[in-house]
């Protein structure tokens, strides 16, 4: 795809990226969301470029299984951990924390894009463990 105006890609992202109902679904967004932000005659017949594009730019990957197809911005995701993780762990654990003075801003974000098989999740629980701040991956998986 090429792009001749430069604002027309950013606007059709942040037409997601800003819009409260995709906030309020932490980031969540499938096909109706999609058709709602860009319904207007200028992306009509465009939704799976600019889907493609936003999961090229690391903004978005798409959900695994998931029905409706589903896609997770996960720059939407509260910092908070997850409080199904409050007691999480146990004495025998090993837990490796890395610490920096400084961490580009989207660096979590764009990690959980480019992994997304390797995401832990709960079994009952249909949220992948992360946040905005952080992301649980499972040494397990081939990616």
Not at 53 to 67: A, G, H, P, T, V
Not at 71 to 97: F, I, T
Not at 131 to 138: D, E, K, M, P
Request: net charge neutral.
């Amino acid at each position: 795809m090429v792009i001749l105006q430069n604002e027309w890609a950013p606007e059709a992202v942040f037409r997601v990226l800003d819009d409260e109902t995709v906030k309020a679904k932490l980031g969540r967004f499938n096909n109706d969301d999609c058709e709602r932000l860009w319904r207007a005659s200028v992306y009509a017949d465009m939704h799976l470029e600019l889907l493609a594009l936003m999961q090229r730019f690391e903004l978005c990957y798409e959900l695994r299984d998931s029905k409706p197809p589903s896609w997770l911005a996960p720059q939407l995701l509260p910092p908070a951990k997850p409080r199904e993780l409050v007691d999480w762990g146990r004495p025998e654990d090993l837990v490796l924390r890395h610490r920096y003075e400084f961490l580009p801003k989207g660096v979590i974000s764009r990690l959980t894009v480019r992994r997304p098989s390797q995401l832990v999740s709960l079994p009952e629980e249909s949220t992948f463990h992360q946040r905005s701040t952080a992301a649980w991956l499972s040494a397990n998986t081939s990616a």
